[in-house]
């Protein structure tokens, strides 16, 4: 899953991006209405989390612009306001999502999940192919009943490789989708990553390397 954080509370964005990579989230942060625009028309984002007190430009008019530009990620709205008529303001400007200031961690994480499900190209909440398991909420993964330790980055290559559904998905898809956009496409990340995934998971390997092309599962 990838997600833009715009928020300007550089703490508070800060910690919860170290949280949700944590979480094995691909996360970009920006810390003003206009700079959140501009990502958002560049990237493709599952989930926009959008601070409604934004500086530059408004955070309801980030909004607005979002869902005119019919950008297909959905939007939780940040707000210290804890009133029904903010948050029916939120929800009425085209916000799938509200959340009030303070908000504890794991709330926010499920919450992103469930949007990211009803997102366009949603997907089960537990994903199973060739013997693998995956829990994306209880970051779990299993083969054949065998518990599975992977890194977050681990998680998420496997993770989109298992809702391409036998696809093909190129390296420049799962640099985009599992790395923010500080990485390189120079860098060697991906073949290492699926190297140490197809270790993990056993054999017979199950992540085929398409020269040239990509890999799928």
């Not at 916000?95 to 504890?104: G, Q, V």
Request: charged share 30%.
């Amino acid at each position: 899953m990838r997600v833009l954080i715009a928020e300007d509370e550089r703490v508070l964005a800060d910690i919860v991006a170290t949280g949700l990579r944590r979480e094995t989230m691909a996360v970009d942060v920006v810390y003003d209405g206009d700079a959140a625009l501009e990502r958002a028309a560049v990237n493709d984002y599952d989930v926009i989390v959008l601070d409604r007190d934004l500086p530059v430009l408004h955070g309801d008019e980030v909004c607005r612009r979002l869902v005119a530009g019919r950008i297909p990620a959905r939007i939780i709205m940040l707000t210290a306001a804890g009133d029904s008529r903010s948050k029916v303001e939120g929800l009425s400007i085209g916000a799938d999502d509200y959340l009030t200031k303070p908000f504890d961690f794991p709330e926010l994480v499920a919450r992103l999940r469930a949007l990211a499900r009803r997102s366009p190209q949603s997907v089960p909440p537990v994903l199973s192919r060739a013997g693998i398991t995956l829990d994306p909420g209880r970051r779990e993964v299993f083969r054949d009943g065998r518990y599975v330790a992977l890194s977050p980055k681990e998680f998420a290559v496997l993770e989109i490789l298992m809702r391409a559904d036998g696809g093909l998905v190129s390296a420049e898809d799962l640099l985009e989708k599992a790395w923010d956009e500080n990485i390189s496409y120079f860098t060697n990340s991906v073949r290492v990553t699926v190297m140490t995934l197809r270790k993990k998971l056993g054999t017979p390997p199950v992540v085929e390397t398409v020269t040239g092309s990509g890999y799928r599962l």
